[in-house]
């Protein structure tokens, strides 16, 4: 698997104890611990891969070109080109076009091997029914991406690189509210993270959220107290600082939720999330995020691709900020 | 609503040209050949003797090989399409050329051998175009009808035949026949282009001669063979019924009567042909299925040749089976071979098809005919003795008609599997290592990638073969490496590890350290506990002081001094000696252990901090009450259950626990005053028992429920018992809910019809709660519909439900087909027969508001309008879309409407509630 030059190949059982390896290999350590319980999973998922080997300069997909399928990188560099002059090169254990195969959209690029590449493929709807069967799965694909958005807005936040507050430069006061089932509805629906998913499983969030208001400069959790609850803004503004930086690291207006990413990692105590008008504010404790997604797999599926959107804005705006910027498994570089 | 469509032609928009244009065809094709066969009957028999035709069928059946192969070469070079039209049009100029020669007696045989050629080869080239042109779904709908433009085309052929025939000589036939033949390729020419009907590129399999490759194309489709011996068995069984009619009216009926009778009776047969053909043979396909109606004409002739036998030959049973055959050959024994063509991939289908029909039907009617000659020659061939053989040959072809649904289903799985670009997900053994996997694990040790090493590992001890792994790992430098190693060293049996864990012991990193200590704790090897005893990490020693306290033999070990400091720590290092103290209970397996565990638990409760304790301590805890199985922590782990973290562990508890877990956990199942966090997580957790008693529970909790959650639940845990072990499953519970669930899915879409929302282009809504409304409802449309596909999972466990559908979410035509007709023939029992008749409707190509009409008897009363609609739904069952179907009538302004709402909140003052939480106070007006 390592060297993608001289990949002998496999058929059968082997082929499956390769896929095996590979996906084991991309658990954390605290996932190990629930290897037990991914086995099964790991088993269907590796029979369902495939192997494919591409020469240097080959296309692995085209723009417009249905995105159907997870690639994982084993061995080798693929090169991706969204004719935005800028090309991100993926190495290994990287999934290629990822985003779109959630969204289910057609690719928004081109990807072609820049060294022999050994590719893993695995078909969307095949992950979607293991996600489903054994939810662990879901929830470590969640929290991996946000562990990936995280990293890289602490790594901004310690280069003082702070991408531009969101949509809003101003704050926006907030009224007092009550809000009833269809408000919370709404305004969950329109939050980036739950946008796709089925308006029956966001009746059951907004049945268990609770509603909260907080007065101007009034903090939205105890720093004290481990924070593992969702915030959604429905009206007025709420801002978030990192501790140690003391400085602003987001703003948050209607229908927006604080650092989901942060939530889902339990790292939103390192922020110190304030209400900075009166704001009324949607508390949903992560749990029950977490069994509604259970039961409505497309809410994961949501959550994803708002969070793999944040991701590449942070991207984008981090190799605008700096050409020489690097993120883990990725190298930017721009056309010349 | 719209009033039931007629349903007696069954062609939709954007099928009638094509369907109409491969009628026509057919007709012409038919037709043709008909006027050609008249000429060659009339002009062979007063040529040539009548034991010539042994030789002219010995002919035909070598030629086909030629014939068939060079069609098969000519499809792959040039297209379906082409491929016919160039045989029509050499089929017309040859039928001319015969007009233009002298027809000696060596002529008509080879115009005998011709006609038989164009017989096996146009038909097979037209319904192998005719294949790429429909799907599945479409076949079982429009091939009857195109089908009866063959059965009109031979009518009209014959009558046109027989009157050219009385007022001119026999020759002129052919330039007519072969105008008909110019027809047909005309029409071939104009058929409407629909879908690829090009041959995909030449494999080397199919650059073969097709002689060559036969054994190969049926080794690789067993379906493939039993459509070839249902072809043989069915092709001699009607040489046999033709013969024994002819013979039979030779011997009963007066020489100078027998034209006469011939031509009504063959008339007859035609308008029977006919009839059969467009009011029996598409209901009879609906309603039997595909694999159904392949029977029906075998049991006929078996009936009709049994009765023959028995009654020594009568005339009126041989006319009967006679019948059988007239009416059902070219009508639905014609339309359901080609449907069972239909599910064989293009390729093999080509090649197969050729094979079948051109050579091996022909290679049967010569031998049937050597039988018949010789039975006839050795004056055995009385009426009784073939309708014996018409009965024999009629009970084999229904044996091999009934062992096609194997095959076939297997067939819709594959095209399904590709077709939704999946592997296949149940077929595979999980715990199976070969000897190629394991070495390949063996090497992956040897990575420079860590996560790869220690992957491999992990692979090798799961799947039993721990043993591969070397000691010598322990030499890595890696420390997740080492601990991992350590880790499943030490629950092995193996001892050869254990001078290099004893090093490890003392490694200077924290967490080798660590995980080395409790290896050799759990291999039995103790002597580094004093060692460890003084060890900075706060963990070890923890871990260390239990082990100690363990050793010493105090009856109750919870009160030993060292548990005690550690039960009432209160510092910052409280979670390490926490977790340190709950490692080594796990790793003792002790019974003594239980009273520690209850007293931390109850000591964290009376802290006031039962909820959140980390992910690794709640793990770890769940692996100690695992490893103590003990009763008494039973409502504590029920009580877990509520909280993710750990969830799954908890269940492996209760689990290992046995019997006495699943008991409390059904009781808690009943208890209406479980608490709902508790209650939604029982029926995964009674799942995970996997025996018959959790499923029976299970079968139970999905009819009685009172929450549609906890029965959604109970569903999905019950899918999961059925996919992992053998349990008996009540099939009618199952399919009472799945027709249950199919009924509230064509209700749910009735409703969307009635209201106006179009399911496939959303419009915008005049307010929030019509928005709110259309989306609930097509959430539970979807609903409804993944329920019935799960129930139906439960009882087919072995077959790839979802992959099916998935592929009928797809957006072509055929894989969409393809998934339909895999369902409607997995439902072939009785007991599953009304969900089958759900499935068909639900699964239709059609627009909503006839699949609505076409279920109506399911349905009962039906909104007509929006208002009425919105009458039904402010009274729904589901709270939750009465009060937004109110809100939305409210806001119509409809004095109607309003009050309907006003009686439905007096007569359920819950929705009033609900209203409110959902609305709040005052309701939207």
Redesign the interface.
């Known amino acids: 698997?390592?060297d993608g030059t001289h990949e002998p190949e496999?058929t059968?059982?082997?082929a499956?104890?390769?896929h095996?390896?590979?996906?084991?290999?991309?658990?954390g350590?605290?996932e190990?611990?629930?290897?037990?319980?991914l086995?099964?999973a790991f088993?269907?998922l590796a029979?369902?891969?495939?192997d494919e080997d591409f020469a240097k300069g080959e296309v692995l997909y085209r723009t417009g070109e249905p995105a159907?399928?997870f690639l994982f990188v084993a061995s080798g560099e693929v090169e991706v080109d969204a004719g935005t002059g800028v090309i991100l090169t993926f190495g290994e254990?990287i999934v290629v076009g990822g985003a779109e195969v959630m969204a289910r959209t057609k690719h928004p690029s081109t990807a072609t091997a820049i060294t022999p590449v050994h590719l893993l493929r695995l078909?969307q709807?095949?992950m979607t029914?293991v996600m489903e069967?054994y939810f662990?799965i879901a929830h470590i694909m969640l929290r991996n991406a946000c562990r990936g958005i995280q990293a890289l807005r602490l790594d901004l936040a310690t280069a003082s690189k702070y991408p531009p507050l969101r949509a809003h430069d101003v704050v926006v006061s907030g009224a007092k509210k009550?809000l009833?089932?269809?408000?919370r509805?709404?305004a969950l629906r329109a939050c980036a993270p739950f946008h796709l998913a089925?308006?029956?499983a966001i009746?059951n969030l907004a049945e268990l959220a609770k509603e909260r208001t907080f007065a101007a400069g009034e903090a939205l959790f105890d720093a004290e107290v481990?924070v593992?609850t969702v915030f959604v803004v429905v009206t007025g503004t709420v801002e978030a600082a990192h501790r140690q930086e003391s400085k602003l690291a987001a703003r948050f207006t209607a229908n927006e939720c604080v650092f989901l990413d942060a939530v889902i990692t339990a790292s939103l105590g390192e922020y110190e999330v304030k209400a900075s008008v009166p704001s009324v504010v949607l508390v949903l404790d992560v749990?029950d995020l977490?069994?509604v997604m259970e039961?409505h797999i497309e809410v994961v599926r949501s959550t994803l691709v708002a969070i793999t959107a944040e991701y590449e804005s942070l991207v984008a705006f981090a190799i605008a900020a700096d050409d020489s910027w690097t993120v883990p498994g990725i190298r930017i570089s721009r056309k010349q | 609503m719209a009033p039931p469509p007629a349903r007696f032609l069954d062609v939709r928009e954007g099928e009638s040209r094509i369907t109409l244009a491969s009628g026509i065809i057919l007709f012409f094709i038919v037709g043709g050949h008909t006027m050609l066969e008249t000429a060659r009957d009339a002009l062979f028999l007063t040529k040539l003797p009548p034991r010539t035709l042994n030789l002219v069928y010995v002919a035909i059946a070598a030629l086909s090989f030629v014939v068939a192969g060079a069609s098969a070469q000519l499809i792959r070079r040039v297209g379906r399409r082409r491929a016919l039209i160039a045989s029509l049009v050499v089929v017309a100029v040859v039928t001319a050329g015969l007009s233009a020669v002298a027809l000696t007696s060596r002529v008509v045989f080879g115009f005998y051998v011709f006609s038989g050629l164009v017989g096996g080869l146009l038909p097979t080239q037209f319904w192998t175009l005719a294949a790429m042109l429909f799907t599945v779904g479409e076949g079982r709908r429009l091939f009857g009808l195109i089908t009866a433009g063959g059965v009109v085309g031979g009518v009209v052929g014959a009558g046109i035949a027989a009157l050219v025939v009385s007022r001119a000589p026999v020759p002129v036939l052919l330039p007519m026949a072969s105008v008909v033949f110019v027809g047909a390729a005309v029409a071939v020419a104009f058929l409407p282009a629909r879908s690829d009907t090009s041959a995909p590129a030449l494999t080397a399999e199919q650059k073969t001669p097709l002689v060559l490759g036969l054994t190969s194309t049926f080794r690789s489709s067993p379906f493939l063979l039993r459509l070839a011996a249902l072809t043989v068995i069915s092709t001699a069984t009607v040489l046999a019924v033709d013969y024994l009619f002819k013979s039979t009216a030779a011997r009963q009926i007066p020489p100078e009567k027998l034209g006469a009778f011939f031509a009504r009776y063959y008339a007859l047969l035609n308008i029977a042909s006919l009839l059969v053909q467009l009011f029996v043979a598409s209901k009879l396909v609906g309603k039997l299925g595909v694999l159904g109606a392949v029977v029906v004409m075998p049991l006929g002739l078996f009936v009709g040749g049994g009765v023959a036998a028995l009654t020594g030959g009568a005339l009126a049973a041989i006319l009967s089976t006679k019948g059988v055959d007239g009416s059902f050959r070219y009508s639905l024994h014609r339309v359901t071979t080609e449907l069972l063509y239909l599910a064989v991939p293009a390729r093999a289908r080509d090649r197969g098809k050729a094979i079948i029909e051109a050579v091996l039907a022909r290679l049967s009617q010569a031998a049937m005919a050597g039988i018949l000659f010789g039975l006839a020659s050795l004056h055995l061939g009385s009426s009784r003795t073939i309708s014996f053989i018409v009965a024999g040959l009629a009970v084999a072809w229904i044996a091999v008609a009934v062992t096609l649904r194997r095959p076939y289903l297997e067939l819709f799985r594959r095209a399904i599997r590709e077709g939704?670009?999946?592997?296949?997900?149940r077929d595979?053994a999980?715990d199976?290592?070969?000897i190629?996997?394991?070495?390949?694990?063996v090497e992956?040790l040897a990575?420079?990638?860590v996560?790869?090493v220690?992957?491999?590992m992990?692979?090798l001890a799961?799947r039993n073969h721990g043993r591969l792994i070397p000691a010598l790992v322990l030499y890595h430098d890696e420390p997740?490496v080492l601990i991992?190693a350590v880790q499943l060293f030490g629950d092995s049996f193996r001892r050869d590890w254990i001078p290099l864990g004893e090093k490890l012991a003392a490694d200077p990193r924290g967490d080798v350290r660590f995980a080395a200590i409790r290896a050799l704790v759990r291999a039995g090897k103790e002597d580094m506990l004093e060692a460890a005893e003084k060890d900075e990490d706060p963990q070890i020693r923890a871990y260390v002081s239990f082990q100690i306290a363990r050793r010493e033999n105090t009856e109750r070990l919870v009160d030993h001094p060292r548990v005690q400091a550690l039960l009432t720590r209160q510092n910052a290092q409280d979670e390490l000696e926490t977790l340190g103290m709950i490692y080594s209970i796990s790793d003792s397996s002790d019974p003594r252990s239980v009273d520690v565990l209850i007293e931390f638990i109850e000591g964290n409760r009376a802290r006031g901090n039962p909820g959140?304790p980390t992910?690794?301590l709640v793990?770890q805890m769940a692996r100690s009450l695992a490893a103590v199985k003990d009763p008494r922590m039973i409502p504590y782990a029920v009580s877990r259950l509520q909280?993710?973290?750990g969830r799954?562990s908890v269940r492996e508890v209760l689990v290992s626990i046995g019997e006495l877990a699943l008991n409390t956990l059904v009781q808690q199942l009943e208890d209406p005053a479980t608490p709902r966090a508790v209650r939604?997580h029982l029926p995964r957790s009674i799942a995970a028992f996997g025996n018959q008693r959790a499923c029976d529970v299970l079968m139970r909790a999905l009819v009685d429920a009172p929450e549609g959650?906890v029965r959604?639940?109970a569903l999905r845990g019950l899918g999961?018992v059925t996919a992992a072990r053998r349990v008996r499953v009540d099939r009618s519970i199952i399919a009472r809910e799945g027709v249950k669930n199919l009924v509230e899915h064509l209700r749910l879409v009735a409703f969307r019809v009635a209201l106006g929302i179009d399911a496939e282009s959303r419009v915008m809504f005049e307010n929030?709660?019509a928005k709110?409304l259309d989306?609930?409802l097509?959430?539970?449309v979807?609903?409804a519909l993944d329920r019935a596909f799960r129930l139906l999972e439960v009882i087919h466990r072995r077959e790839d439900i979802?992959?099916a559908q998935?592929a009928l979410a797809s957006t072509e035509n055929r894989v969409r087909a393809n998934g339909a007709e895999f369902i409607d023939t997995l439902l072939s029992r009785r007991d599953t027969r009304d969900m089958k008749t759900l499935f068909r409707i639900v699964l239709d190509d059609i627009e909503p508001a006839e699949r609505i009409a076409l279920a109506a008897e399911w349905l009962g009363d039906l909104p007509e309008s929006r208002m009425d609609a919105l009458a039904s739904l402010i009274k729904d069952r589901d709270e939750?879309i009465a009060v937004v179907a109110a809100?939305y009538s409210l806001s119509l302004g409809d004095a109607a409407l309003s009050a309907a709402v006003q009686e439905s909140r007096e007569a359920r003052p819950s929705l009033v509630e609900v209203g409110?939480?959902?609305?709040?106070p005052e309701p939207t007006t």
């Not at chain 2, 409110?916 to 709040?920: C, D, K, Q, V």
């Open positions: 698997v390592t496999r059968g059982g082997s499956r104890a390769v095996e390896i590979f996906l084991t290999s991309l658990l350590e605290d190990l611990l629930d290897l037990e319980t086995a099964p088993a269907r029979e369902s891969m495939s159907h399928e254990r078909p709807n095949v029914e069967d662990i009550t009833n089932l269809v408000d509805i709404l089925p308006v029956q009746t481990p593992a749990d977490l069994d039961e | 939704t670009l999946g592997g296949d997900l595979f999980m199976e290592l070969d190629e996997s394991a070495e390949t694990a992956s990575s420079r990638n996560d790869e220690i992957a491999a992990n692979l799961r997740r991992r959140r992910a690794r793990r909280f993710r973290e799954e939604l959650a959604y639940k999961n929030t709660s709110l989306e609930l097509a959430d539970k979807n609903q979802r992959r998935t939750v809100s409110t939480h959902f609305f709040g």
